[in-house]
């Protein structure tokens, strides 16, 4: 199984700062690789796709980059309805596998 | 618009089997190249993939639960099932249906997830 390790695992963050999650994988996923953001109570939504793709219908303050085994999101400008958990997510190689999340949390 | 909703008992017993049904409404499951999935989430932590069927009628399953779980369809009903044998404490989550595309395209519908609790 490819171990997808996300840093930091949680994170204090304010209004309008700019910020950056990491996703590490333990061998490549060939840019296979998503961003979801899970609010409480909620489903996980899809933010980003193989690396870099912007869902539609998702702000423009989201990005990803990266490739191979190394990976980013960045939120350019956090917004209030940001705060909530992210995952990163391999779909490269079965079985998928998730990152064991982010949680970005109001400073 | 596709939308998935998960259905099944929210409380089972150690030893028994899980089963739960997701229906499907806004597209046709047996239409297009989709995996019809399941993954689950235990309370407080990460989530973890089970399986899949393919419009196609292959299956992938997690090998740590290969033994234990069957996904299949109905497309008479729209829906799609899970089945998970023999479970534990450990198999109490929350269990979400999903649509994963094929290529680029990961799950990008899910259900609103129900939780499953095993215990006597």
């Known amino acids: 199984d490819i171990q997808m390790t996300q840093s930091p695992s949680s994170l204090s963050a304010s209004v309008g700062d700019r910020v950056t999650i990491t996703c590490r994988a333990s061998q490549s996923t060939n840019n296979y690789l998503n961003w979801y953001q899970q609010k409480p109570g909620k489903a996980p939504e899809l933010l980003i796709y193989?690396?870099?793709n912007l869902q539609s219908g998702v702000p423009s303050r989201f990005s990803g980059s990266g490739s191979g085994t190394d990976f980013t999101l960045t939120i350019s400008s956090l917004q209030p309805e940001d705060f909530a958990t992210y995952h990163c997510h391999q779909s490269y190689s079965l079985p998928h596998t998730f990152g064991q999340g982010t949680k970005l949390e109001i400073k | 618009q596709v939308q998935l909703q998960e259905s099944g008992p929210g409380l089972v017993k150690p030893s028994q089997t899980l089963s739960l049904t997701c229906t499907v409404s806004?597209?046709?499951?047996?239409?297009?190249?989709?995996?019809w999935s399941w993954v689950r989430q235990p309370a407080g932590k990460g989530l973890e993939w089970i399986g899949r069927?393919?419009?196609?009628?292959?299956?992938n399953y997690n090998p740590s639960l290969k033994s234990r779980v069957t996904i299949s369809l109905d497309t008479s009903k729209n829906q799609f099932s899970l089945r998970l044998s023999s479970v534990t404490a450990a198999d109490t989550a929350l269990y979400y249906c999903?649509?994963?595309?094929?290529?680029?395209?990961?799950?990008?519908?899910w259900g609103q997830g129900t939780l499953v609790t095993v215990s006597s």
């Open positions: 069927f393919y419009t196609g009628g292959s299956t």
């Open positions: 193989a690396a870099s």
């Open positions: 806004g597209g046709s499951i047996s239409s297009g190249a989709y995996y």
């Open positions: 999903a649509r994963e595309g094929s290529g680029w395209i990961p799950i990008d519908y």
